[in-house]
């Protein structure tokens, strides 16, 4: 399994193992007193950005990411130019205030003013 992890960050994973992640836990949502959310997230640029700056901005969210997502949050690439994070929270709410930090943690990290992030909820898992 690809994962750069530590026992008390988030996990970062290959997307197949997220989408197992992914199933176990929906079966578990019956069970506990949680919400599961979806956050899609995609590195867009003002121009067309090469695989090579796209490599170079996705190890800069990488990065963000397990600085920022606690212990239980599971992140994947789910292709060159994006990354799905599964949150478990107790308040569907505080997922807005995760997407928040994650964008503004990525700007203050992000060189390259032409490269943002576009930030959606999602309802499943994308292809």
């Known amino acids: ?27 578990q949502l019956e069970r506990r007193n949680y919400s599961l959310v979806l956050l899609l997230f995609e590195i867009c640029g003002t121009e067309e950005l090469s695989d ?17 997502l606690r212990k239980g949050d599971v992140f994947a690439s789910c292709s060159k130019s994006k990354t799905v994070v599964m949150l478990i929270v107790s308040n569907v709410l505080d997922a807005a205030k995760v997407t928040n930090r ?10 390259d003013d032409k490269i943002f992030l576009k930030a959606e909820t999602q309802s499943s898992l994308p292809e």
Do not use: G, P
């Open 1 to 27: 399994m690809n994962k750069i992890n530590s026992t008390n960050k988030a996990l970062f994973c290959d997307y197949n193992v997220l989408k197992d992640i992914y199933e176990y836990e929906i079966r």
């Open 52 to 68: 090579d700056v796209l490599a170079q901005v996705n190890e800069t969210l990488r990065m963000c990411f397990l600085k920022t």
């Open 102 to 111: 994650l964008c503004e943690n990525f700007k203050e990290s992000n060189d």
